[in-house]
T-cell receptor, first 115, second 113 residues
Framework: GAVVSQHPSWVICKSGTSVKIECRSL??????MFWYRQFPKQSLMLMATSNEGSKATYEQGVEKDKFLINHASLTLSTLTVTSAHPEDSSFYIC???????????FGDGTRLSIL | EDQVTQSPEALRLQEGESSSLNCSYTVSGLRGLFWYRQDPGKGPEFLFT???AGEEKEKERLKATLTKKESFLHITAPKPEDSATYLC??????????????FGQGTILTVHP
């Protein structure tokens, strides 16, 4: 149980392109989803928290207009990197939590490379 | 100031050589401490949740313990397939934090056959 699917797993695109990443909880309803960024050999850095049906809460220093988050249902959240540039290249990971006190379960990440 | 610190940064063991990983935290109001395993190129895999001092959880060769200031992940008779990065994460009461976690930097475990 507690499977989180993230798609796509790998994206290569040109600078200026917008990229959408999907995160789905397959066998549970996720009241809260989280988006992280991870640089090589570093730990996870939280970007934003999203609750179904409400606006996402972004961490300090994360550009809301650059990283658009939509949490339209209890099983789906999307992250759109708008007008991506090479410095946005990174490993993006989502997680989902079933409720208070429940652990976060993670997707397998999306490696984004902007040329 | 770091609020979650893991040590050592890297640990090399021979197969069968038991050891422990440490996670110390400096904040009060702990709501939960979580251990994850992360393989290269993958998302973290949930291992354990600990909620209060004195609590212990076990799974196969892994055992997690919690005190008021730190947690240990004990690995008994490790095998090469236990090689991974082990992440510790803390959740405390931020009011409307919706359960967000703060991660330590991780311990890279390598088990040689």
């Amino acid at each position: 149980g507690a499977v989180v699917s993230q798609h796509p797993s790998w994206v290569i695109c040109k600078s200026g392109t917008s990229v959408k990443i999907e995160c789905r909880s397959l066998d549970f309803q996720a009241t809260t989803m989280f988006w992280y960024r991870q640089f090589p050999k570093q730990s996870l850095m939280l970007m934003a928290t999203s609750n179904e049906g409400s606006k996402a809460t972004y961490e300090q220093g994360v550009e809301k207009d650059k990283f658009l988050i939509n949490h339209a249902s209890l099983t789906l959240s999307t992250l759109t990197v708008t007008s991506a540039h090479p410095e946005d290249s990174s490993f993006y990971i989502c997680s989902a939590r079933g409720g208070a006190g429940q652990p976060q379960h993670f997707g397998d990440g999306t490696r984004l490379s902007i040329l | 100031e770091d609020q979650v610190t893991q040590s050592p940064e890297a640990l090399r063991l021979q197969e069968g050589e038991s050891s422990s990983l440490n996670c110390s935290y400096t904040v009060s109001g702990l709501r939960g401490l979580f251990w994850y395993r992360q393989d290269p190129g993958k998302g973290p895999e949930f291992l354990f949740t600990l909620y209060s001092a004195g609590e212990e959880k076990e799974k196969e060769r892994l055992k997690a313990t919690l005190t008021k200031k730190e947690s240990f992940l004990h690995i008994t008779a490790p095998k090469p397939e236990d090689s991974a990065t082990y992440l510790c994460a803390v959740q405390w009461d931020f009011g409307t934090s919706y359960g967000k976690l703060t991660f330590g930097q991780g311990t890279i475990l390598t088990v040689h056959p």
